[in-house]
């Protein structure tokens, strides 16, 4: 679970000064611009990192189509996830591959299986505004002619903006729009329920996250320690 909502942050986390066309002001991308994060328990604890890094990226017409590559590690520096997604600027709103939300060690179960993958992107638009409805996102993979069947969906929904907040950080003050949703992570017979709070701030996109229990106790929190 911990890896699972340590994705969630590190795929929210947009890439500061752009070359691109983009006008998403919290998803300006350009080739080899890296990050970090650091995830916490409730009781500030460390409990790992990532990072990730452009690998590639197209300029388009209306914004860009942008590779990120990532790793995730774990309280002991040791590699427990890596893979790549895709995020796209299609006219000023960023769309992200649900993939990229996915702990790679899930996707494992499934590697020799044949499989059905649907999904939509996460979308986030160029204004924010307070009271605004974001769309849900999905991702659900069924296994096809396997004895045992092995689903596995993860729903993001009730995307909403809160409003505007400021923040401090390690990195400094922020001006940033808070948003929450509700994330659903279903595989075979484990459920999780959890809501996600986003702090976003204009340049630098997610500078903290925080992941709460159904009855609002506070599960971890993520925080964004390196941007170059």
């Known amino acids: 679970m911990r890896t699972f ?4 942050v590190l795929f929210s986390i947009p890439f500061f000064k752009s070359y691109s066309q983009c ?6 991308l350009k080739n080899g611009t890296f990050m ?3 995830n916490y328990d409730e009781k500030g604890k460390l409990l790992g990192r990532a990072e990730s890094k452009v690998t590639e990226l197209t300029e388009t017409s209306d914004g860009f189509d942008a590779t990120i590559s990532y790793k995730v590690f ?9 893979g790549s997604y895709l995020c796209q600027c299609i006219d000023g709103e960023i769309r992200i591959e649900m993939k990229a939300f996915v702990p790679q060690e899930s996707m494992q179960a499934y590697k020799d299986m044949e499989i059905e993958v649907v999904s939509n992107e996460l979308q986030i638009p160029a204004v924010l505004t307070a009271g605004q409805m974001l769309p849900d996102a999905t991702f659900e993979v069924k296994t096809k002619n396997s004895p045992i069947p092995m689903n596995m969906t993860f729903n993001m929904t009730d995307r909403k903006v809160e409003g505007k907040e400021s923040l401090t950080t390690p990195l400094g003050t922020f001006e940033c729009m808070k ?21 976003m701030s204009e340049k630098y996109g997610a500078v903290k996250t925080e992941s709460y229990k159904s009855n609002g106790n506070l599960i971890g929190y993520t925080l964004l320690t390196k941007f170059e």
């Open 5 to 8: 909502l340590l994705c969630i």
């Open 23 to 28: 006008s998403n002001p919290y998803y300006q």
């Open 36 to 38: 970090a994060t650091e």
């Open 74 to 82: 774990d309280k002991k520096d040791k590699a427990v996830a890596e």
């Open 179 to 199: 948003i929450s949703s509700n994330t659903q992570s279903k595989m075979t017979m484990i459920n999780m329920n959890f809501k996600t709070v986003q702090y």
